[in-house]
Structure formats: structure tokens, C-alpha cells
């Protein structure tokens, strides 16, 4: 089973509907992170989470909000996707003693038309 | 000027050459330089980690930084087809990466 796990691993929706991206790991990883990716444009940070308790913005974080639901679970939605939303999207996870080394899930490929 | 520059490619190589690929960067409070191999429709794997200047080697792959000039590269000796991939540089302060665009690679046999 893969360390980091994201659901789905597709999904086309339409405009102006809810989605929500979930991610889990088994690494035992306090800081967890979902970047979006777009040709040409590489990997962005949307949101990031420390512990349980904390969330941060990252650098395009608007029309997302996200949810750590435990360690393990951290969540990414979309309240009203829209067509430039549609993107592969990463969720990562690092240890504290070694917070730059980041492991990613295989991505969730998301089409919103 | 974007804070991580990195040419997207593709760069095409023979089987067995020695391939260089670079990245430059703006901020010098990066001190954690990272390579990331990524296969089509997979997600980024670490390749190489290293904290601030010098040299990292690790089998076929060497990463040098140089913070003087803002430059870091990676070199892959002996090239095989299986690492036609993207590579993505990546660069941390402390925690969160801030990566290039990626350049794709092809080794043809």
C-alpha cells in the first residue's frame, strides 16, 4: 500500500459544484501539504498543515479551503470548482526532523467543465 | 523574476551520456535544495536532498549547489531509458518547497 494516498484518483465535475480531494498517510508525518499542478506552471502550494491544529495558506489558496480531520487525514475542497481549477493536484507529507524531504501521493486528476 | 528559474526541456540524450540539468534561484534564504524525479501520470519522488553548498552523490546521480551563484544541478551519469522523466528542482527556507517548472528528459536507447 502507498505511504501517501489520495481519493480520488480522478474525477470530472462541473461548474459551480462542491468537491472535496482527501488524502491520507501512513507515515506517521505531523506536516502535510496539497500543491496543484499545471503545464508550464509546475507545482504550487495551496495549503499547508503543521499538527492537527494549524492550517496555513500557501500561495494560491483562493477558492480551496482544507481540513485536518486527524495526523493522518488532511483534506482539500473546492466550495464552487470552476474551469481553471481543473488541475492534478499532490498531496505531500515531511517529518519534523527532516521538514524540507517531502513525500507526495500519485495525484488526483480533476476536470471541471 | 521568479523566485526558481528551470529550463522545461525537452533536453533528448543517448543511452549512456552524461546529462546536466540546472536550476537557478532568486532568495537567498533558501537553504534545502531537492531534486524530484517524476514519471508521466505518477507523483514527484525525492531523488537527492541537500543542506546548503556542496556536493551530494548517490550512485548514478551527483547534485552540486552553489549559493554564491544561486545555481544548483544535478548530473546523471550513464543515462538509462528508464530515467526519461521530468525533474523537478525544488527549494525550501525551512519547510515549504518552492519548485521550478521541471524539465523533461528522454533517453533514447
Known amino acids: 500500500d502507498a505511504d501517501v494516498t489520495q481519493t480520488p484518483r480522478n474525477r470530472i465535475t462541473k461548474t459551480g459544484k462542491r468537491i472535496m480531494l482527501e488524502c491520507s498517510q501512513t507515515?506517521?508525518?505531523?506536516?502535510m501539504y496539497w500543491y496543484r499542478q499545471d503545464p508550464g506552471l509546475g507545482l504550487r502550494l495551496i495549503y499547508y498543515?503543521?499538527?492537527?491544529?494549524?492550517?496555513n495558506k500557501g500561495e494560491i489558496s483562493d477558492g480551496y479551503s482544507v481540513s485536518r480531520q486527524a495526523q493522518a487525514k488532511f483534506s482539500l475542497s473546492l466550495e464552487s470548482a470552476i474551469p481553471n481549477q481543473t488541475a492534478l493536484y499532490f498531496c505531500?507529507?515531511?517529518?519534523?526532523?527532516?521538514?524540507?524531504?517531502?513525500?507526495f501521493g500519485q495525484g488526483t486528476r480533476l476536470t471541471v467543465v | 523574476q521568479k523566485e526558481v528559474e528551470q529550463d522545461p526541456g525537452p533536453l533528448s540524450v543517448p543511452e549512456g551520456a552524461i546529462v546536466s540539468l540546472n536550476c537557478t534561484y532568486s532568495?537567498?534564504?533558501?537553504?534545502?535544495f531537492m531534486w524530484y524525479r517524476q514519471y508521466s501520470r505518477k507523483g514527484p519522488e525525492l531523488l537527492m536532498y541537500?543542506?546548503?553548498?556542496g556536493n551530494k552523490e548517490d550512485g548514478r546521480f551527483t547534485a552540486q549547489v552553489d549559493k554564491s551563484s544561486k545555481y544548483i544541478s544535478l548530473f546523471i551519469r550513464d543515462s538509462q531509458p528508464s530515467d526519461s522523466a521530468t525533474y523537478l528542482c525544488?527549494?525550501?527556507?525551512?519547510?515549504?518547497?518552492?519548485f521550478g517548472k521541471g524539465t523533461m528528459l528522454l533517453v533514447s536507447p
Open positions: 498543515s503543521f499538527d492537527v491544529k494549524d492550517i
Open positions: 541537500t543542506y546548503s553548498s
Open positions: 505531500a507529507t515531511s517529518d519534523t526532523d527532516r521538514e524540507a524531504e517531502a513525500f
Open positions: 507515515k506517521g508525518h505531523d506536516r
Open positions: 532568495n537567498s534564504a533558501f537553504q534545502y
Open positions: 525544488a527549494m525550501s527556507p525551512r519547510s515549504t518547497l518552492t
